[in-house]
């Protein structure tokens, strides 16, 4: 055995030695990194990998809603500071470039394509002339320029555009539509707050007379125009009505905090809005409910993206009914070459100069297992598909339009008939208390009219906020809420 086949053979066991080493270390640190499934079913499970899913998902930013807001809050600023943060925008504001992108790809099939190549090879090779093998060394030096142009596809590539196109637009309602919501979230949870704010401080009202109810019975009592039974139910109303003010400053607190998490704000974060008392509340209706639901049939932007979606599926099926035809493409390499041969010992050879082929293809696929027919159905199943969901949202929107008329109609009526409440409530309250000053009334009178007083200023509250959300329901559900999302180009 010669020297150079045993340094062949050791350098060959070197290279072995080498593969099964790197290759028990990938195993090992395979097994170190794999994950199992829980041992029993009786304990949860936890792993190391765990902990960096709570380290990657990091708390809720906050915001300094001081520059944000110059004294209370109004519902503009929210819904403004809601539609920079909120992740649904952002979610389809990216989805509506990724059309935009897509759409881009289609048109760049009208162009054609070209590439720089650059091919160098090498080879050494025996030949066998008459009954002796020769050795022939070759080397090859190519830089080409390759073209390639689609001259025909009878629509294809136009009906792929249309497509794209249809599918960016309605990508855009979709982001429309996505502030629409939001905007609606905020608005909703901006009038519950204002409703809890103010049934917190009709609450507390309603406490001050309680104890303006108990100090008079005390008095009396003092003076012997009262009994202790008096003073001791004029007492229990002062502590109900603490009671009730704890309450109300509880569902204010948790109205504050969904209003905060609408925004994408930690729920701690102190909010700052302005009295309902403020606001101008609507007294009647612009216009009827047919004429609403005419508009919201041709603005909302939800039917609208998917009537995109329809057209887009008109389109994709003329881009398949174009894979049932033939194609003609053009395409050709031009370049120059360098060459190198040589015949064993001979003298080497050197050859070069410029070099170019082109070729026109027609192809027709005659059979592919049914896969463009299939693809074809797929294509107006999609589209038969899409009307479905248009006629049942149109269905949808009717009714919802419907009801949501209907609620704001009923609220208009109760914020009236509250307003009379509150009158006569006051008025009964107001003449119970005299009453029972002159002696003629009992203290349970004078705790029954106070109650109902704070009955009625609750309703009256709730009245009032109860027809701005209820507008605002209208609003929604017509798609009117987009005067200011539409103007936005941005998350």
């Known amino acids: 055995m010669g020297k150079g086949a045993r340094q062949g053979r050791r350098a060959l066991?070197?290279?072995?030695?080498?593969?099964?080493?790197?290759?028990?270390?990938?195993?090992?640190?395979?097994?170190?990194?794999?994950?199992?499934?829980?041992?029993?079913?009786?304990?949860?499970?936890?792993?190391?990998?765990?902990a960096k899913l709570h380290t990657a998902a990091g708390p809720v930013a906050a915001v300094d809603l001081h520059a944000a807001c110059a004294e209370a809050c109004t519902l503009p600023e929210l819904i403004n500071l809601a539609e920079e943060r909120n992740p649904e925008t952002?979610?389809?504001?990216?989805?509506?470039?990724?059309?935009?992108?897509?759409?881009?790809?289609?048109?760049?099939?009208?162009?054609?394509?070209?590439a720089a190549l650059a091919v160098a090879s090498t080879a050494r090779v025996r030949v066998l002339l008459n009954s002796q093998f020769y050795r022939q060394t070759y080397g090859n030096f190519a830089p080409e320029l390759h073209a390639e142009y689609l001259i025909l596809d009878f629509g294809g590539r136009e009906e792929a555009i249309n497509e794209a196109k249809w599918n960016l637009l309605a990508a855009d309602l979709n982001f429309n539509d996505a502030h629409r919501r939001v905007i609606f979230r905020v608005m909703q949870a901006y009038y519950r707050l204002l409703n809890a704010s103010s049934l917190r401080a009709a609450a507390e009202v309603s406490l001050k007379n309680a104890q303006a109810d108990e100090a008079d019975a005390s008095a009396r009592l003092e003076h012997g125009l009262a009994t202790k039974p008096d003073q001791l139910e004029a007492q229990a109303a002062r502590a109900q009505a603490e009671y009730d003010v704890q309450a109300a400053v509880g569902r204010e607190a948790i109205a504050r905090g969904a209003l905060a998490t609408a925004m994408e704000l930690p729920p701690e974060t102190a909010l700052r809005v302005a009295d309902v008392d403020t606001l101008a509340?609507?007294?009647?209706?612009?216009?009827?409910?047919?004429?609403?639901?005419?508009?919201?049939?041709?603005?909302?932007?939800?039917?609208?993206?998917?009537?995109?979606?329809?057209?887009?599926?008109?389109?994709?099926?003329?881009?398949?009914?174009s894979t049932l035809l033939p194609t003609l493409r053009l395409s050709g390499d031009a370049g120059e070459t360098r060459q190198y041969g040589q015949q064993d010992m001979l003298p080497p050879a050197y050859a070069g100069g410029e070099t170019w082929d082109a070729a026109l293809e027609l192809r027709w696929t005659l059979f592919d297992g049914g896969r463009r027919e299939h693809e074809l159905a797929e294509a107006r199943a999609d589209k038969a598909a899409t009307e479905a969901r248009v006629d049942a949202l149109r269905d949808r929107i009717s009714d919802d339009v419907w009801n949501a008329y209907a609620d704001a109609e009923t609220a208009l009526r109760q914020r009236a008939a509250a307003g009379a409440l509150v009158t006569a409530s006051d008025e009964s309250y107001a003449a119970a208390r005299e009453?029972?000053?002159?002696?003629?009334?009992?203290?349970?009178?004078?705790?029954?009219?106070q109650k109902a007083l704070a009955q009625a200023e609750a309703e009256d509250v709730t009245a009032r906020t109860q027809v701005l959300l209820q507008v605002a329901n209208l609003a929604f559900q017509t798609g009117d809420l987009m005067a200011a999302a539409n103007a936005r180009t941005t998350p």
């Open 435 to 449: 009453s029972y000053n002159d002696g003629v009334r009992n203290i349970l009178d004078v705790i029954a009219a």
């Open 281 to 321: 509340v609507p007294t009647k209706l612009a216009e009827t409910v047919r004429e609403e639901t005419e508009r919201a049939l041709g603005e909302r932007p939800d039917l609208k993206a998917l009537l995109a979606r329809m057209k887009a599926a008109d389109a994709a099926i003329g881009r398949e009914r």
């Open 90 to 114: 952002r979610l389809a504001w990216d989805e509506a470039r990724a059309s935009a992108a897509k759409l881009g790809i289609a048109r760049s099939e009208w162009y054609p394509t070209l």
């Open 13 to 50: 066991r070197v290279v072995l030695t080498a593969m099964v080493g790197s290759a028990v270390c990938c195993v090992a640190t395979v097994s170190a990194m794999a994950q199992s499934a829980p041992a029993t079913p009786q304990s949860a499970w936890h792993d190391r990998m765990e």
